[in-house]
Nanobody
Framework: QLQASGGGLVQAGDSLRISCAAS????????MGWFRQAPGKEREFVAV????????YYGDSVKGRFTISRDNTKNTVYLQMNSLKPEDTAVYYC?????????????????WGQGTQVTVSS
């Protein structure tokens, strides 16, 4: 089970950190990803943290502004979002996959959280 939290309403240029707590699995051996879906758009890849290699990938639109991290002692993955823009407004979903690779395709993920809304005003 995945539980995302921490979303909210912020202004452009602000920072926000969202979290995703996992239960019922060996978190330290789970690849975790973040995706987002804006109104009227398809869900897109944001970031991934692979458990085995430590590799992290980011979507082009967030590279250099967002950082994914994980705390295996708390079974939690975070997404630190800096320099937020109105186009970052979306529902953010965390996802988990059993594979070790840092997948950027949503169909490769096995479990999904309920999403947390992030709204950035201009």
């Amino acid at each position: 089970q995945l539980q995302a939290s921490g979303g909210g309403l912020v202004q452009a240029g602000d920072s926000l950190r969202i979290s995703c707590a996992a239960s019922g699995r060996t978190f330290s051996r789970t690849t975790m990803g973040w995706f987002r879906q804006a109104p009227g758009k398809e869900r897109e890849f944001v970031a991934v943290s692979a458990w085995s290699s430590g590799i992290k990938y980011y979507g082009d639109s967030v590279k250099g502004r967002f950082t994914i991290s994980r705390d295996n002692t708390k079974n939690t993955v975070y997404l630190q979002m800096n320099s937020l823009k109105p186009e970052d407004t979306a529902v953010y979903y965390c996802a988990a996959r059993n594979g070790a690779n840092a997948a950027r395709t949503e169909s490769l993920y096995d479990y999904w959280g309920q999403g947390t809304q992030v709204t950035v005003s201009s």
